[in-house]
């Protein structure tokens, strides 16, 4: 091969091997983010809870609740830096009573997975600006407390790493999260459920819970999660005199192994980009690059060839040749020329 061919695969190897440190410091954050269509419905239940009945104003125990959360990208608000997500929440028990529902709109960073204010963020409708993490975690999720939005408290809580454990085939990282008991609004509710002999009274509504969270560290997906959560009504000492929810939800088997599918796909995306595309790329490139540089070493050491005779430079067909039979007429001249044969005559 010529040394010019030997150039070209020194030149093509190089650029892989540019193109194998590139991408994952380049190409992979450009790439893997959160998707601006999010579209994903988890499902969660809780067996043997207790509600507020509210058209008996009782306590109602051994109910089974299913919570339903959809969440729906934004594409429009969405861009290349951050996400937004319409939420919605609803809670039934068995027999498809309401007991609870909520609406929530977040925009969040694409990487990093923190909240940031933007494109008319609320709760229930009413704006708000959120905090820390909400529905997922970011890629690369380390072993540290981070903040997490809780949505019904209105503020963010520390989600602390407890454990590293084996679900769904996955290895995931535990963290919990406590929020203490809050108060989140005021009611007007007859004075005989809170033991007053006054028709109406002020209840304050207070919301206490614990979060447990299990993540897939790579891709930051929650394959499950699980809320401890108490709902109740306090009278005027701060006393709680009726449960409004009590109930342990937790993410059903479909939806444990729906968000282990989710995380997958992700990590195999981060790994195809940080790792097996590189490495590819990478020997490719330095096999082409060493065999590049054989050819022009080669060819180096084995010097010019020999120059191109051109054709003026060819010996003509019309000279005599050295074996020619035919005679070659002789010159009558002597020797010494002209002048000598002058003086011979007499």
Same mark, same amino acid.
């Given at each position: 091969?010529?040394?010019?061919?030997?150039?070209?695969?020194?030149?093509?190897?190089?650029?892989?091997? =540019?193109?194998?440190?590139?991408?994952?410091?380049?190409?992979?954050?450009?790439?893997?983010?959160?998707?601006?269509?999010?579209?994903?419905?988890?499902?969660? +239940?809780?067996?043997?809870?207790?509600?507020?009945?509210?058209?008996?104003?009782?306590?109602?125990?051994?109910?089974?609740?299913?919570?339903?959360?959809?969440?729906?990208?934004?594409?429009?608000? /969405?861009?290349?830096?951050?996400?937004?997500?319409?939420?919605?929440?609803? =809670?039934?028990?068995?027999?498809?009573?309401e007991i609870t529902v909520s609406t929530d709109r977040v925009?969040?960073?694409?990487?990093?997975?923190?909240?940031?204010?933007?494109?008319?963020?609320?709760?229930?409708?009413?704006?708000?600006?959120?905090?820390?993490?909400?529905?997922?975690?970011?890629?690369?999720?380390?072993?540290?407390?981070?903040?997490?939005?809780?949505?019904?408290?209105?503020?963010?809580?520390?989600?602390?790493?407890?454990?590293?454990?084996?679900?769904?085939?996955?290895?995931?990282?535990?963290?919990?999260?406590?929020?203490?008991?809050?108060?989140?609004? +005021?009611?007007?509710?007859?004075?005989?459920?809170?033991?007053?002999?006054?028709?109406?009274?002020?209840?304050?509504?207070?919301?206490?819970?614990?979060?447990?969270?299990?993540? +897939?560290?790579?891709?930051g997906v929650i394959v499950k999660g699980q809320e401890k959560?108490?709902?109740?009504?306090?009278?005027?000492? /701060?006393?709680?005199?009726?449960?409004?929810?009590?109930?342990?939800?937790?993410?059903? +088997?479909?939806?444990?192994?729906?968000?282990?599918?989710?995380?997958?796909?992700?990590?195999?995306?981060?790994?195809?980009?940080?790792?097996?595309?590189?490495?590819?790329?990478?020997?490719?490139?330095?096999?082409?690059?060493?065999?590049?540089?054989?050819?022009?070493?080669?060819?180096?050491?084995?010097?010019?060839?020999?120059?191109? =005779?051109?054709?003026?430079?060819?010996?003509?067909?019309?000279?005599?040749?050295?074996?020619?039979?035919?005679?070659?007429?002789?010159?009558?001249?002597?020797?010494? /020329?002209?002048?000598?044969?002058?003086?011979?005559?007499?």
């Open positions: 091969m010529r040394p010019t061919s030997g150039a070209i695969l020194v030149a093509a190897g190089a650029f892989l091997i =540019v193109g194998a440190v590139a991408t994952p410091l380049i190409v992979a954050p450009a790439l893997v983010k959160v998707p601006l269509d999010q579209s994903s419905v988890t499902v969660s +239940e809780a067996k043997n809870a207790t509600v507020l009945d509210f058209s008996t104003l009782s306590e109602r125990s051994g109910a089974n609740l299913t919570a339903h959360r959809a969440v729906r990208g934004d594409v429009e608000d /969405g861009n290349a830096d951050r996400a937004v997500f319409n939420v919605g929440v609803r =809670v039934i028990d068995d027999a498809g009573k925009a969040l960073d694409r990487r990093t997975a923190e909240a940031v204010a933007c494109c008319a963020e609320d709760i229930n409708g009413a704006p708000f600006k959120h905090e820390g993490l909400t529905y997922t975690f970011p890629f690369g999720t380390g072993k540290k407390t981070y903040q997490y939005f809780d949505n019904t408290a209105r503020k963010a809580y520390p989600a602390k790493y407890v454990s590293t454990e084996k679900l769904q085939g996955l290895t995931v990282y535990k963290f919990e999260m406590t929020v203490e008991p809050i108060k989140i609004s +005021e009611i007007q509710v007859p004075g005989n459920l809170l033991g007053s002999t006054e028709p109406t009274v002020t209840a304050g509504r207070f919301y206490a819970n614990t979060r447990t969270l299990w993540v +897939e560290p790579d891709s959560q108490l709902q109740t009504l306090r009278d005027g000492a /701060g006393a709680d005199k009726i449960r409004i929810i009590d109930a342990d939800l937790a993410f059903t +088997e479909d939806t444990q192994k729906q968000q282990a599918k989710a995380a997958k796909d992700a990590r195999n995306q981060i790994n195809l980009l940080t790792n097996v595309l590189p490495i590819v790329l990478g020997l490719l490139g330095l096999a082409l690059l060493l065999l590049g540089l054989f050819i022009v070493i080669r060819a180096s050491r084995r010097g010019p060839g020999p120059a191109p =005779v051109d054709a003026d430079d060819r010996p003509t067909s019309d000279l005599p040749s050295q074996a020619s039979t035919e005679p070659v007429e002789e010159s009558t001249v002597p020797a010494g /020329g002209r002048h000598a044969a002058e003086r011979s005559e007499p």
